[in-house]
């Protein structure tokens, strides 16, 4: 079992991980049923976020938490990925959420050279296995069979080689920038580029 005080701050409660609620408890617990293997429990997790939630872009501008996406079973991926924090915290397996950039590189080529990343923003978990350490999960992918959610565990302890998962942090905080000007206001423009070199 895993040192709860070692690993006190990714089993706690926060701002949009509400893994302390009554309905992330329930949920995590009717979905565990009697489950006890950390390992199948964080894989029934997955399943249920993967096959609950639906990708919803249109409310992407502010974080809603994972109470929100238990009740309303739509997203982004920081949706997705607070409730798969949440529920795996509550069935007591350290989690934590990644900040960074996806890239897909089947879908846009090769990201050798300069490319804009403006929208390639990204929120995806790692849980604590004692026997693995920190295991990388992406409960965001869904994968469609005829038309069909299905559950498939590529993305479990994995991602697959064209889809390239750029961490940048484990918080989010806001970008700032500080500008003076005299006159008349100026107008300000941000364009934000990753440059990658192949050694």
């Not at 995590?28 to 964080?42: D, K, L, W």
């Not at 965001?140 to 994995?158: A, E, M, P, V």
């Not at 942090?169 to 500080?178: A, F, I, K, Q």
Request: glycine share 6%; hydrophobic share 30%; charged share 20%.
């Amino acid at each position: 079992t895993v040192d709860p005080y070692a690993f006190a701050e990714y089993l706690a409660p926060e701002e949009g991980v509400e893994s302390d609620h009554p309905s992330i408890i329930n949920c995590a617990s009717q979905v565990i049923g009697n489950a006890r293997n950390p390992y199948e429990i964080s894989r029934l997790l997955f399943s249920f976020v993967n096959s609950h939630m639906n990708y919803d872009l249109s409310a992407s501008d502010n974080r809603r938490g994972a109470l929100y996406a238990l009740n309303s079973g739509r997203g982004t991926c920081q949706d997705y990925a607070d409730l798969y924090v949440a529920l795996c915290r509550a069935a007591g397996i350290p989690a934590r959420l990644i900040y960074g950039l996806r890239y897909n590189t089947e879908e846009h080529g090769d990201l050798i050279g300069r490319r804009n990343v403006a929208n390639r923003h990204h929120v995806w978990t790692e849980i604590y296995l004692e026997s693995y350490q920190w295991v990388p999960v992406e409960p965001t992918y869904t994968y469609k069979l005829n038309g069909r959610k299905t559950i498939s565990f590529d993305y479990y302890g994995t991602y697959p080689a064209h889809d390239l998962h750029i961490a940048t942090g484990y918080e989010n905080p806001p970008l700032t920038w500080n500008y003076k000007y005299s006159g008349s206001k100026p107008q300000v423009y941000f364009n934000v580029n990753e440059i990658l070199r192949q050694e």
